[in-house]
């Protein structure tokens, strides 16, 4: 084996491990397995049937409410602030889901600007406040992922559907699903698993024990109970699970999501009035439901005591977040990078499991659970390091294992796309890796600078791993937010959510130019 | 000496089987009807296609048991041989280890006067017509060390002009630096220009 696949191997071992050594931590501190009576009890059923559930309408909702939207800006490219919708998208999905929650609560909470209007009913509690938050992040993902499949159907087709005079439901059926179909089910199956996994969400929004994930309840167990053989058959449950519908996910292609909007389309069938008026009516809806719970965080802002302290708090957790998630960042793109050179081989040489078998170990890390890879490891080296000193280390690798899984997934196509195009002539060349990787840099650079700061935002979210490890005279901002919001500072929270968010739009412009210039 | 040696490749149901015995330093010119086996054969030489049975020596070296990157071989495609997002000077340097860029950039540059295409070199691959693009193609992989050269119809998109000027090229550095050289071709002219022996496959 080549020196550059065996680097990729070690790091996959590397990755394992870790999980192995979360997993070996719970179960040698509770000195017992899982307790698998629990398999049989209706609590359990009663979670596992809504973690299913939610995650299966939160995809369902996502998707199918994403076609028109998506269908809206493709067939109407001169839609007024596209660019910008696709920017205000990708936010949604990256967006930390304290920010969300804040903006969420000050809308549709209990004194929300629109509760009055909402009913005697209305709760933001329960299962329609977890799926409202999970369509608001993943129905802009699916929207892009949409998009961009629909601008990879060629002018030709377009052409030759006009000259065969193609009814509308003809271009449907024979140009617009055929490029849609594989990756309908993709992007149903990326959402359902991280719907399936979410934690902050469900935690902040479940409202009690009728609404309560695997995930929530793995946390609950352990922080509540510390009931560690109830943790693991719930954890192992999860693990179970998700890996199902990871496998069938990944017997395809990853989804390009972040790929470059190929604005250059030169013919696109007319638009009746009637469409366009339809479009603008769709995208319009869309454009409000994004915005809506991001502008509620003004009200917040304006009425905040603004101090001296206030703003150090805040810049102080700025700056270690963005360190954190820098440093996550560069060894996450590390690591994926190292990665792939053995899955690529194994595509390159044919050998179709070997390649399933090294992505699913890579990616496993996206229906492991968080929680119990936290709790795992700090339980494991509580007694052997001083965490309090050390605790930093452990947020940066772990993150970097939670991110890893979109960072494959992003530079995965662009780095398989290089090997279609040009694996036989670099092999035929006899070029040394160096060589190789200063030929190819060029042209992943652009993939690598965007996943680089995708993954960097996804980091700069992170408070379930923070929380764990994280200390208490250093905060990160996301969870000075939480502290802010849990002691009713909803003001504070509300000025803390925007400097992020402001953060977070300088980085994701700097995406979109990247990707541009590319 | 290149000993092709009851050699059978299976391309599907398709067999194809091959013998023949070349000297160090000789062109070859391959010619046969589509589909007989000429592409294949090439690329089974390179390693892309990996041999059902026989063997293929080199100076007694068993050819089949080495990796691509092993193989004293070097190859031009019938298409796909540059990367497109660089420099077509870029592409033309790779694959062989020069002492300095300047003496890499002096060399391919010499080389690109003759076959015409000195002024497109700080072009990229897509501004390039389909000739120019087979001449950056051809240059490099005759001005890599490899001892084993295998063109795959390197004159196709030639006018008979310019193709007359190649050829000559071609000759001139394979003799010049004894090369066995192995070209598939369709064209009568290439082989009185070229061959020293032409294999006519059936």
Known sequence: ?518 | MLEINQLKITLGSHALAYQQHISSGNIVTLQGVSGVGKSSLLLCIAGFIRPTAGSILWQDTDLCALAIEQRPVAMLFQENNLFEHLSVLKNACLGAEYRSTKHAEATVTEAAERLNIADQLHKLPTELSGGQRQRVGLLRTLLRPEPIILLDEPFAELDSQTRAVAAQWVADIAKQNNKTLLLVTHQEEDVKKLADVNWLLT
């Not at chain 1, 999970?134 to 129905?139: A, C, E, F, K, T």
């Not at chain 1, 990871?246 to 013919?267: C, E, G, I, T």
């Open chain 1, 1 to 518: 084996m080549k020196l550059t696949n065996l680097i990729g191997v070690l790091f996959i071992s590397m990755i394992c491990s870790v999980t192995l050594l979360a997993f070996y931590g719970l179960i040698a501190f509770s000195q017992q397995g899982a307790d698998l009576t629990l398999l049989s009890d209706s609590y359990f059923h009663a979670i596992l049937l809504f973690s299913i559930k939610q995650a299966l309408l939160s995809a369902l909702i996502s998707t199918v409410l994403a076609w028109p939207i998506a269908r809206a800006i493709y067939y109407f490219p001169t839609i007024y602030l596209k660019r910008t919708f696709l920017s205000l998208s990708l936010l949604c999905f990256v967006l930390p889901t304290l920010v969300l929650i804040t903006g969420f609560v000050s809308l549709l909470g209990l004194a929300g600007i629109l509760t009055p209007f909402l009913g005697d009913n209305w709760s933001l509690y329960g299962l329609h406040g977890i799926l409202l938050a999970h369509v608001y992040m993943n129905l802009p993902f699916a929207v892009r992922a949409l998009h961009n499949q629909l601008q990879n159907i060629p002018d030709t087709s377009w052409i030759l559907a006009s000259q065969l005079k193609f009814s509308p439901w003809q271009r449907l059926m024979l140009i617009e699903w055929p490029a849609l179909r594989g990756n309908l089910s993709l992007i149903f199956g990326f959402i359902t698993i991280l719907c399936f996994n979410s934690f902050a969400v469900v935690l902040a929004l479940g409202g009690g024990p009728q609404s309560t994930t695997l995930e929530v309840a793995i946390y609950q167990a352990l922080k509540y109970d510390f009931n560690i053989p109830e943790a693991l058959t719930l954890a192992w449950s999860q693990f179970a699970i998700a890996g199902l519908f990871f496998m069938l996910l990944y017997r395809s292609s990853s989804v390009p999501w972040l790929a470059k909007d190929a604005n250059l389309k030169q013919w696109l069938p007319r638009l009746s009035t009637t469409n366009k008026v339809l479009f603008s009516i769709i995208y319009a809806v869309a454009l409000l439901f994004i915005l809506l719970p991001l502008a509620s965080l003004l009200p917040g802002l304006l009425a905040t005591k603004y101090s001296s302290q206030l703003l150090f708090n805040i810049f102080q957790s700025l700056a270690l977040t963005l360190a954190l998630g820098l440093g996550t960042a560069v060894l996450a793109m590390l690591l994926a990078y190292c990665i792939m050179l053995p899955i690529r081989n194994s595509i390159i040489v044919q050998r179709q499991q070997l390649q399933n078998i090294l992505q699913w170990l890579a990616n496993h890390t996206l229906i492991a659970p968080a929680m119990v890879l936290s709790v795992g490891l700090y339980i494991l080296f509580l007694p052997i390091i001083d965490l309090d000193e050390l605790g930093m280390i452990f947020v940066v690798l772990l993150n970097t294992l939670i991110v890893l899984p979109f960072a494959i997934q992003q530079i995965r196509s662009r780095l398989i796309q290089f090997d279609q195009d040009y694996a036989i002539l670099y092999r035929s060349l006899k070029l040394s890796f160096w060589q190789r990787f200063t030929i190819e840099w060029p042209y992943i650079k652009a993939v690598i600078f965007s996943t680089f700061a995708l993954v960097l935002l996804i980091a700069m979210g992170d408070v379930a791993i923070f929380s764990i490890f994280g200390s208490d005279h250093l905060k990160t901002l996301p969870w000075l937010i939480y502290q802010y919001a849990g002691s009713y500072r909803i003001n504070e929270a509300s000025f803390a959510s925007a400097v992020l968010l402001f953060v977070y739009l300088v980085i994701l412009l700097n995406i979109e130019k990247v990707k541009s210039d590319a």
